[in-house]
């Protein structure tokens, strides 16, 4: 039997999610890219989510269709902060290094609501995903002329039982048969 099972999402809870994967529930999904989740759970990915820029709908750039790397001079970007995710830090690197036009603002490791309501709230940019376009009612979520991505694929405990095992192996020969 499978279901949904909610969980608090935020700065305060989210350790406390990925600990109690294996016995609240058995999978997540999402974008987990981080050495601290790695601690509690395995990883399988099942695919690429590109990084795109999100902006207050009331932003100059909300207008555009598609970014480039230009238009994000002298702007705050908003992003993961380094050390914890090899995406982003490869990321912050390279436009700390080419691009120091671009000011990047750390927000902690993980983004939240309070996130996303920052960016609209101190009409800054923010380091986003294309799958998250329409998570913020405030925010338009642009693409950008770079190719920079990050995994996604299911999390679950570091031994997993019999049923998860099955179950993974299923998702592989889906995944291999596409």
Known sequence: MSSVVPYEDDHVHIMEVFQSI?????????????????????????????LCVAVPKTHSLAKKKRLEITDLYHERLLCVSGGDCLNIDDFRKDVQTLYPQIILEDVGYF??????????????????????????????TL????????????????????QVKACLKEIEKYYKDR
Do not use: A
């Not at 950008?144 to 019999?162: A, D, E, F, R, T």
């Open 143 to 162: 693409p950008v002329s770079w190719h920079y991505q990050m995994p996604y694929g299911l999390l679950y405990q570091k031994n997993p039982s019999k």
């Open 111 to 140: 983004y939240d609501l309070d996130t996303f309501n920052r960016c609209e709230e101190q009409g800054c940019l923010l380091l986003t995903l294309d799958v998250w376009n329409h998570i913020h009612p405030s925010l338009i």
């Open 22 to 50: 294996g016995t609240k529930f058995d999978f997540l999904i999402g974008s987990f890219n981080s050495k601290q989740i790695d601690i509690f759970t395995s990883y399988k990915i099942l695919g690429f989510y590109n």
